[in-house]
């Protein structure tokens, strides 16, 4: 070992100074970068936004010794390599999960239970499984079951960050970062396995919120789900063709701004909606009603009740954006 540190240190450029020969000295061990390692290696089902994302923050922390993503099409093998998400990319998806220690389930819901029962028998025992799955309903229960015929552990996650593109073209090494990442653990779950899914995403700057699935279920379909659904049905009420031409013209900042999220993957949107159906329409019909007594107090020219309509929208957002920049 004595012999090998001094061959590394020999082959460096000369360095002035104690302070600069000492950092040669750690750059040279190898056990440097190993000391730091989440795990040896980490796989990415699915290598899109979040998991091109999560491959380049991992990758930018040094959490894994490597980093392999299955992705489905060939030509997306070079394109996940050049965007640096990963070290390896293949459309084998039992290579992919072999030897993996730990295993980020990164595909549209209505493939997750397919893709991971697929490589079950390549999942190595002891494994650790999660997910960035928006709905936790009956998939918390799938997957653990599923990873339990492979001697693996599954804990649920929900990464509360993500963007209207899609592709690994547009991930963000700074995608997780200061962003509430949801892990829903039940009380089957091993507990070593939901410290190591915690670590995970404070490791990638994450700041980790645990929730019962039930109960994630039924705030992401008010806080996420449905923001989705009303601003693309203010995009198919506005912008649907047969407007006058300048209808579009007229839609500024402010439309902008309340339907971006509308851009969104339509595939990943359906897969999520129908999954949260319960939950969505519950929430969706509480939309409605609200909307129904402002319609109905715009009618009756009731001043009072439509300024504090406004008027409470804005304080109670406003605390809340004071309260984000505050932890920020």
Same mark, same amino acid.
């Given at each position: 070992?004595?012999?090998?540190?001094?061959?590394?240190?020999?082959? +460096?450029?000369?360095?002035?100074?104690?302070?600069?020969?000492?950092?040669?000295?750690?750059?040279? +061990?190898?056990?440097?970068?190993?000391?730091? =390692?989440?795990?040896?290696?980490?796989?990415?089902?699915?290598?899109?936004?979040?998991?091109?994302?999560?491959?380049?923050?991992?990758?930018?922390?040094?959490?894994?010794?490597?980093?392999?993503?299955?992705?489905?099409?060939?030509?997306?093998?070079?394109?996940?390599?050049?965007?640096?998400?990963?070290?390896?990319? *293949?459309?084998?998806?039992?290579?992919?999960?072999?030897?993996?220690?730990?295993?980020? =389930?990164?595909?549209?819901?209505?493939?997750?239970?397919?893709?991971?029962?697929?490589?079950?028998?390549?999942?190595?025992?002891?494994?650790?499984?999660?997910?960035?799955?928006?709905?936790?309903?009956?998939? =918390?229960?799938?997957?653990?079951?599923?990873?339990?015929?492979?001697?693996?552990?599954?804990?649920?996650?929900?990464?509360?960050?993500?963007?209207?593109?899609?592709?690994?073209?547009?991930?963000?090494?700074?995608?997780?970062?200061?962003? #509430? +990442?949801?892990? *829903?653990? *039940?009380?089957?779950?091993?507990?070593?396995?939901?410290?190591?899914?915690?670590?995970?995403?404070?490791?990638?700057?994450?700041?980790? =919120?645990?929730?019962?699935?039930?109960?994630?279920?039924?705030? #992401?379909?008010?806080?996420?789900?449905?923001?989705?659904?009303?601003?693309?049905?203010?995009?198919?009420?506005?912008?649907?063709?047969? &407007?006058?031409?300048?209808?579009?013209?007229?839609?500024?900042?402010?439309? &902008?701004?309340? *339907? &971006?999220?509308?851009?969104?993957?339509?595939?990943?949107?359906?897969?999520?909606?129908?999954?949260?159906?319960?939950?969505?329409?519950?929430?969706?019909?509480?939309?409605?009603?609200?909307?129904?007594?402002?319609?109905?107090?715009? &009618?009756?020219?009731?001043?009072?009740?439509?300024?504090?309509?406004?008027?409470?929208?804005?304080?109670?957002?406003?605390?809340?954006?004071?309260?984000?920049?505050?932890?920020?």
């Amino acid at each position: 070992m004595e012999q090998s540190v001094q061959v590394q240190v020999l082959s +460096c450029p000369p360095l002035v100074g104690a302070v600069q020969r000492f950092r040669a000295l750690r750059l040279a +061990c190898p056990w440097r970068r190993m000391r730091a =390692v989440f795990c040896e290696k980490l796989t990415l089902v699915g290598v899109g936004l979040l998991g091109g994302s999560l491959g380049l923050a991992v990758r930018r922390q040094g959490l894994a010794g490597r980093v392999e993503g299955y992705v489905r099409r060939t030509a997306s093998v070079a394109e996940c390599e050049r965007a640096g998400a990963v070290d390896r990319a *293949t459309t084998d998806l039992a290579e992919a999960v072999r030897d993996a220690d730990f295993i980020v =389930v990164c595909t549209p819901l209505a493939q997750m239970r397919e893709l991971v029962g697929r490589a079950l028998p390549a999942i190595k025992r002891g494994a650790v499984l999660t997910d960035v799955g928006s709905v936790k309903h009956g998939l =918390v229960e799938d997957l653990a079951r599923l990873a339990k015929r492979a001697g693996a552990h599954y804990v649920g996650s929900n990464p509360m960050a993500g963007a209207e593109k899609s592709g690994v073209a547009h991930a963000r090494a700074d995608l997780f970062t200061d962003a #509430v +990442c949801v892990i *829903t653990p *039940t009380r089957t779950s091993s507990p070593l396995a939901v410290g190591r899914v915690r670590r995970f995403w404070r490791g990638v700057g994450g700041r980790v =919120v645990e929730l019962a699935p039930s109960q994630h279920d039924r705030l #992401v379909s008010r806080s996420s789900h449905m923001p989705h659904v009303v601003a693309v049905t203010l995009v198919n009420q506005v912008l649907r063709p047969g &407007r006058a031409e300048a209808e579009g013209a007229l839609c500024a900042n402010g439309f &902008r701004d309340s *339907t &971006r999220i509308a851009s969104g993957s339509p595939e990943m949107w359906r897969d999520i909606v129908l999954a949260n159906r319960v939950q969505l329409s519950r929430s969706l019909r509480e939309f409605m009603t609200e909307l129904g007594a402002f319609v109905a107090a715009i &009618r009756a020219q009731d001043a009072d009740k439509v300024s504090g309509y406004f008027e409470r929208a804005k304080a109670w957002r406003d605390a809340w954006v004071g309260g984000t920049e505050a932890r920020e």
